[in-house]
């Protein structure tokens, strides 16, 4: 008997609702390209390139706009003679200052056999190596710098980077920068030099609406999906959701994939409004999930203490029942124990990430109030994670359910 056979009732190609999939036309943007668009027609025209700093939250299409029209910048400018234009990017992801930015953009342009390792120069050698770099290439080169919040507060490679040409340090060469971030406190604490230099030119992508979700889903739903495997009202429902929660296509992408894939393990064979529901919830719980997993230490300690009541039915539990079985587990785990207020923060952040649900309630005659905790997720999930970490001397209770 086969185990695989394809699909032919659900997706005719789901490739199109992955994250990497570059649609060949963007929708409801058109606003934002017509000034990105601007901010760049000086390297057409031949002119030093603006630098450009664009913003909005997670999910609204400001990595895929750029990769879109940088794209059309390259394969357009090709057509003048006098334009040299190289395009570079960077995801500064993992990247925590501008000394391993800098340390990143000169490896791109090295061969493997010549990368500099990402400690033991001083920065202004870095800096002094990248410009080497940027100066052999010659033309304009746009560094494209995507999730550049990860730099934090260490921005000197934004401030340097744009005015290299104005510093001397570049003659063939006009650098300009792209930076693209979604972290708004970022954009707020640049540095005013930083904020001069690099937000030339500002664009923010605000949350999409659900019309405009609709219209993107729409744009690629006759082709991900067989006929009639999705059902009425279900695009209209993703995008509503979406809407009303984030505003990001990323999100009502993933539901209508989700949603998809729910009907491909189940009998059904349409995509109905019902899956789209369940599959807001099926995401959300793998969201709290990694949540968990995530967790600091004396976050995962406290995790522990906290099933450790529920599994003994104790919980909802205030933090006076809490703190001691945590400063158990804390000291024979080999961790000092925080004090309590402390530790109260990584109960509220328990709280915040939906782990923990957390109620107030009033002292009686005394007038007083404290909160009281208990699970607002599966017991199940929490016995996963807890089994997966390591250093933590769990409770005999827990232990022995895991
Ligand atoms: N206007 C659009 N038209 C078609 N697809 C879109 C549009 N905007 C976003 N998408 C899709 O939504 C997903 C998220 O978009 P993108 O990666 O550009 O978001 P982002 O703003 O860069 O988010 P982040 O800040 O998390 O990096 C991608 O799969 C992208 O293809
Ligand atoms: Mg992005």
Redesign the pocket.
């Known amino acids: 008997m086969t185990t695989f056979t394809r699909d032919t009732e659900v997706f005719r190609d789901e490739d199109l609702l992955?994250?990497?999939?570059?649609?060949d036309?963007?929708?409801?943007?058109e606003e934002e390209l017509e000034t990105y668009k601007t901010a760049l027609q000086p390297i057409v025209n031949g002119a030093q390139p603006r630098n450009v700093f664009?913003y909005?939250?997670?999910?609204?299409?400001?990595?895929?706009?750029?990769?879109y029209l940088l794209d059309r910048l390259e394969r357009d400018t090709a057509a003048y003679d006098d334009v040299d234009l190289s395009v570079v990017w960077l995801n500064c992801t993992n990247l925590a200052s501008s000394y391993q930015v800098a340390v990143s953009l000169v490896n791109t342009f090295r061969e493997p056999a010549a990368h500099i390792s990402t400690t033991g120069y001083p920065q202004q050698r870095v800096f002094d190596l990248l410009y080497e770099e940027l100066e052999a290439i010659g033309g304009t080169v746009l560094l494209v710098l995507?999730?550049i919040d990860h730099i934090g507060t260490d921005d000197e490679i934004l401030y340097e980077l744009p005015r290299a040409r104005a510093n001397g340090y570049l003659e063939e060469t006009k650098p300009g920068v792209i930076g693209?971030?979604?972290d708004f406190g970022f954009r707020d604490e640049l540095s005013p030099k930083v904020k001069d230099t690099l937000c030339e030119e500002e664009i923010h992508?605000p949350p999409?609406e659900a019309p405009?979700l609709e219209?993107?889903l729409d744009?690629?739903v006759d082709d991900a999906f067989y006929d009639d495997a999705v059902g009425d009202g279900v695009i209209a429902l993703c995008a509503a959701i979406a809407a009303q929660d984030t505003g990001?296509?990323?999100q009502?992408?993933t539901l209508l994939y989700k949603a998809g894939e729910l009907v491909r393990t189940g009998d059904a064979t349409t995509v109905t409004e019902e899956h789209v529901h369940e599959a807001f919830t099926v995401i959300e719980r793998d969201q709290i999930e990694h949540g968990m997993r995530e967790l600091t230490r004396h976050g995962h300690l406290a995790l522990v203490a906290a099933l450790g009541l529920a599994l003994q039915d104790e919980t909802p539990v205030r933090i006076r029942e809490i703190y001691p079985l945590y400063r158990t587990i804390a000291s024979e785990s080999k961790t000092d124990p925080l004090v309590r207020r402390r530790f109260h923060d990584h109960l509220a952040d328990l709280a915040m990430l939906g782990i923990l649900d957390r109620r107030t309630r009033n002292e009686g005659r005394a007038g007083g109030q404290y909160y009281e905790y208990e699970f607002n997720v599966d017991l199940g999930t929490v016995r996963d994670v807890v089994a997966d970490l390591e250093g933590i001397t769990v409770p005999r209770n827990v232990a022995r359910q895991l």
């Open positions: 992955r994250e990497d999939y570059q649609p036309s963007i929708t409801a943007r664009l909005g939250k997670t999910g609204v299409g400001k990595t895929l706009v750029s990769q995507d999730e693209i971030s979604n992508f999409y405009e219209a993107i744009r690629r990001s296509a990323r009502a992408l």
